[in-house]
T-cell receptor, first 112, second 116 residues
Framework: AQSVTQPDIHITVSEGASLELRCNYS??????LFWYVQSPGQGLQLLLK??????LVQGIKGFEAEFKRSQSSFNLRKPSVHWSDAAEYFC??????????FGAGTRLFVKA | DAGVIQSPRHEVTEMGQEVTLRCKPI?????LFWYRQTMMRGLELLIY????????DSGMPEDRFSAKMPNASFSTLKIQPSEPRDSAVYFC??????????????FGSGTRLTVV
C-alpha cells in the first residue's frame, strides 16, 4: 500500500542549530515529492518540490531536501534554524490522480 | 493574486444546524480540493474538482457532507446536519495543470469549525 512516514512527531532544536526532518515513502515508482510548512492558524505553504534530476533541491526560507532513491527518503534540512521556523512540516508524495497524500507532520519547536 | 480565500475563518454552531464553508480559488486554477484536518486523522482529502466538475468524492465521510462548485471562482462545502465530530479545520486548496510538471497546491487559511 502507498504510504508516507514522518517518524518524528515533534523535534526541538536550538536557534542557530541545524535541522533535519525525516520522510520515508512507500510507492511502486518514484513519486513527485513535496514539503509543506504550516504556521499556527495558517494553511499549508509549499516549501519545495522534487520531480526529477538533481536529487538535492532548494526551497524557500533557506530549506533544502535530498531525495535518496535507495532509502525511499526525502529528508528536509536547514543549516541554521531561526525562531520563525517553528511550525509543523508535512511531507507529501504525489503519485497521480491529483491525490496528494500528506504525512502526519512533524512539529518543530525552536529554543532561544 | 490574493491567494485562496476561505470564509468564514471561524464557525461555531450547534449540533443539528447546517454549516456552509466557502472557498474562492486562485484565478486560472482548474483544480480545487477540500481537506479536513484533525489531530487524530491529520489531513484528509474530502473531494476535489477539475474544471468545476467533482472528480473524486470518496473522502466525503457521509451523506451529511456535500460540495458544489457552480463556477470557476467559487466552491462550497456544506454539512447538514452538523455533529460534534465534524469539528475540525477545513482547508480549501487550488492548483493548475497548465504546467503539467507542477502539482503543488496553494492552500487557503482554513475554516475552524466547532460544533457544540
Amino acid at each position: 500500500a502507498q504510504s508516507v512516514t514522518q517518524p518524528d512527531i515533534h523535534i526541538t532544536v536550538s536557534e542557530g542549530a541545524s535541522l533535519e526532518l525525516r520522510c520515508n515513502y512507500s510507492y511502486g515508482a518514484t513519486p513527485y515529492l513535496f514539503w509543506y510548512v504550516q504556521s499556527p492558524g495558517q494553511g499549508l505553504q509549499l516549501l519545495l518540490k522534487y520531480f526529477s534530476g538533481d536529487t538535492l533541491v532548494q526551497g524557500i526560507k533557506g530549506f533544502e531536501a535530498e531525495f535518496k532513491r535507495s532509502q525511499s527518503s526525502f529528508n528536509l534540512r536547514k543549516p541554521s534554524v531561526h525562531w520563525s521556523d517553528a511550525a509543523e512540516y508535512f511531507c507529501a508524495p504525489y503519485t497521480g490522480g491529483f491525490k496528494t497524500i500528506f504525512g502526519a507532520g512533524t512539529r518543530l519547536f525552536v529554543k532561544a | 493574486d490574493a491567494g485562496v480565500i476561505q470564509s468564514p475563518r471561524h464557525e461555531v454552531t450547534e449540533m443539528g444546524q447546517e454549516v456552509t464553508l466557502r472557498c474562492k480559488p486562485i484565478s486560472g486554477h482548474d483544480y480545487l480540493f477540500w481537506y479536513r484536518q484533525t489531530m487524530m486523522r491529520g489531513l484528509e482529502l474530502l473531494i476535489y474538482f477539475n474544471n468545476n466538475v467533482p472528480i473524486d468524492d470518496s473522502g466525503m465521510p457521509e451523506d451529511r457532507f456535500s460540495a458544489k462548485m457552480p463556477n470557476a471562482s467559487f466552491s462550497t462545502l456544506k454539512i447538514q446536519p452538523s455533529e460534534p465530530r465534524d469539528s475540525a479545520v477545513y482547508f480549501c486548496a487550488s492548483s493548475s495543470e497548465k504546467d503539467r510538471s507542477y502539482y503543488g497546491y496553494t492552500f487557503g487559511s482554513g475554516t475552524r469549525l466547532t460544533v457544540v
